[in-house]
């Protein structure tokens, strides 16, 4: 009978420890890198390197790790190690103590590169908690005290790969091999790539930006995601390791990936939100349809004084009269009532109190300065009343109508022309040629709440002095389906 391969005589276990600006991968840089390689019971080699993160290093991380930004003015960018670091880790199992966040920093750092990587790791706070699950700490500091290790130069990346290590021979010595090789297995038992899915579905998909979408069995959508990266970001719902439980249900329900690729970032965004809406998957958080929109609008009561009251029909031709947007009756006056108590505003006029005769309750205490019994002047409470609502006005549309967002891709050579109006994303073309026969008339849109954010930003906001935006004064307007 064939002997069973273990994972413990035959891998090279990469104990690998990062030292960082700060806690957050999306913006936040590697400062250092140490790795100590570890094969069938000895130490077969070692790699570290300090790396400039290309911005500076808080004085409350320096004081934690030691690196200043003296110490790595002079060091390699992380493009500069990137090729060596791969090299190092092929093959090897990637190990580290609370492996997200190692993994994860060490991933978005070949993603801003346009790279992608992809490696079977293992955490050790999830090795400890299986092989001791008495114990509720698992920290490495824990690790030390519980199990005698010796002291290390903690949060320095050799220091903690000591520790990391340690531990590791530690475990194997009083728990043994075999119990060591079956928790080792356990934890990597996920693949990387779904069992249902073919192993090459990564190098089929797209390096750009665009839509995927997820499908289960009896092609049920399971989930509708967006990315600047298709590939790079499909595969990050494969790497089990880092996966929530409701990523790995999903990975598990798995059975087909479809997408569409669109020419830039504000076309996929736009057609997420838009499958989603109406598509309703599975596994998405939520279906953010606006079915419930409410807004408020200010006019003036018989007297004179500006009354609050909340719409579901906003009409976005009048945006500038409303202000804010809410998903429910109960966001709007909390809202409400946030701004009635910061700016002594008065309740009945807002809407929170109901209509009787006298004070409101607010007047009692001092926190209304009068004017739902005519004692503060009309036009000082509008004023303050317009002041106090002036950040949640709701933008008015800058255009005369219809505008095309131009979006190309130089990678494929792929042109989209988005066209927006009153906030709201009417229609996607191929090309410049098809505005020629676009009529908008008859086509019916929604406005709701994700749309008008979402495009707010992206036209109004840094970003959109890089779009290309032209005026569609002669293709008409669509019309408009409230929620």
Known sequence: MKKKTRTLDTATFAFLDIETTGGNHSHD??????????????VVGEWQTLINPETRISPFIQSLTGISNAMVAGSPVFADIAGELEDQLKGTLFVAHNARFDYGFIKAEYRRLGLLFSAKVLCTVKLSRKLYPGFRRHNMDALIARHGL????????????????????????????????????????????????????????????????FYGENDVLLYVGKSTNIAQRVASHFSGDHNSSRGIRMSESLRRVEWTETAGELGALLLELKQIKNLKPLFNRRSRAAKNLVSIELAANGDGYLQARLVREIEPHRLGNYFGLFRSKRDAEKALSGIAAKNDLCNKLLGLEPEYEGPCFQRTLGRCKGACDGGEDVVKYNLRVQIAFHALRLKTWPWKGPVGVLEHNPRT??????VVYNWMHVATLDSMEELDTLSLRGQAVNFDLDSYKLLVKALMGRDGRSLKVMELGAVGTPDVLMP
């Not at 693949?191 to 998909?205: A, E, R, Y």
């Not at 050579?413 to 988005?418: A, M, N, S």
């Open 29 to 42: 840089r590697i400062t250092e890198i140490g790795i100590r390689f570890w094969r069938s019971g000895e």
């Open 413 to 418: 050579g792929q042109t989209d022309v988005l």
């Open 150 to 213: 010796g002291q290390v130069q903690r949060h320095r990346a050799l220091g903690d790969v000591s520790a990391m290590l340690a531990f590791f021979e530690h475990a194997l010595a009083e728990k043994g091999v075999d119990t060591m090789e079956t928790a080792i297995a356990e934890l990597l038992q996920r693949p990387s790539i779904p069992s249902s899915l073919p192993v090459d579905v990564l190098q089929d998909l797209p390096r750009g930006p665009g839509v995927y979408r």
